[in-house]
């Protein structure tokens, strides 16, 4: 677990706030993800970064927006967030990306 | 179109039996195959990992197998306990292209 980091691990905020997530990974990896998990629900991967560079946006609403300015550190920015957005948010990374993916210990947010 | 699909969707036994997970896939062209199992609110962590030479790799309790012709692989975990409860996640890598992730079984091991 100690691979890949994520902070806070748990987020309460407004939907007028303005918040952000914050993953490190420590495996010299080239690849990294945002994924998205309601209750109850599959993984839903939300962004990729490979080698700094956005190579995949699942039609992700615009009030998430990633940033990725090193190989090692993967941001999520929110913005005016709605209540369904509350899940749980896990950032992974992998060597390539179809290698295996290994896995930060998440972000539960929480809108109100 | 690359799909991965798990069954049975959700199992409860009893500890200390054997329980066994299936994932079918249709990605292609195949690279490897995961399994994860992932703890109430906390990350994936992986398993076991199998390319297409390879049809069986046991973790300790856990083995997989994987037969590659009928694209079908299996979980199979022996002895339960209750910390063996958690959602096991099927994920399936094409080559030189995306991760295809399953829906996930949900297990319950009840004393």
């Known amino acids: 677990e100690t691979g890949v980091t994520q902070t806070p691990r748990h987020l309460v905020m407004g939907m007028t706030n303005k918040k952000s997530l914050k993953c490190e990974q420590h495996l010299g990896h080239n690849a990294m993800y945002w994924y998205k998990q309601s209750a109850k629900k599959p993984l839903e991967l939300m962004f990729v970064y490979s080698l700094e560079e956005r190579v995949e946006n699942n039609s992700v609403p615009s009030r998430f927006s990633p940033e990725c300015p090193n190989s090692s550190h993967l941001f999520l920015h929110l913005h005016t967030l709605q209540p369904e957005d509350s899940a749980l948010y896990l950032c992974?990374?992998?060597?390539?990306?179809?290698?295996?993916?290994?896995f930060g210990p998440g972000t539960r947010l929480t809108v109100t | 179109k690359n799909q991965v699909e798990q069954s049975p969707q959700s199992l409860i036994i009893l500890e200390g039996k054997n329980c066994t997970l299936q994932c079918n896939y249709t990605v292609s062209p195949f690279s490897n195959l995961r399994w994860y199992k992932q703890d109430t609110g906390r990350g994936p962590v992986s398993l076991t990992i199998m390319t297409f030479s390879e049809n069986t790799k046991s973790n300790g309790r856990y083995t997989a197998t994987l037969d590659a012709d009928t694209k079908q692989s299996s979980l199979h975990i022996t002895a339960s306990q209750l910390s063996d409860s958690a959602s096991y996640i099927c994920?399936?890598?094409?080559?030189?292209?995306?991760?295809?992730f399953g829906p996930g079984t949900s297990l319950s091991v009840i004393p």
């Open positions: 994920v399936v890598s094409a080559l030189y292209d995306k991760v295809i």
């Open positions: 992974a990374s992998s060597q390539e990306q179809e290698f295996e993916q290994y």
